[in-house]
């Protein structure tokens, strides 16, 4: 199996519906495969936060960097976001 077959298979991995055989290859991939295995553990990560409706919290700089670049990328194409009345619309 390579990273291409893994990752095509990656939603019935997840999903636990996977042949046993199959199984099989993607638990011997993931051992030798670091990449594959950070996608893995990053999409778990994912879930779980998803699933539990955990918050995550991003620090006011990155925040701040995310809605600029956002809001930069809006004024490049012409096309707005809808903005609460108490956002700030202007790029910063």
Avoid at 30 to 40: A, E, N, P, Q, R
């Amino acid at each position: 199996m390579n990273c291409t077959d893994f990752l095509a298979k990656l939603t019935d991995y997840f999903d636990g519906e996977i042949e046993p055989e199959l199984l099989a290859e993607v638990k011997e991939h993931l051992g030798t495969c670091s990449h594959c295995d950070v996608v893995v553990n990053t999409t778990r990560k994912t879930i779980d936060v998803y699933r539990g409706h955990q918050p995550y919290e991003f620090p006011d700089e990155l925040s701040d960097r995310l809605r600029k670049a956002i809001m930069d990328r809006c004024v490049k194409s012409g096309v707005y976001p809808e903005v609460e009345k108490s956002a700030d619309p202007q790029p910063r």
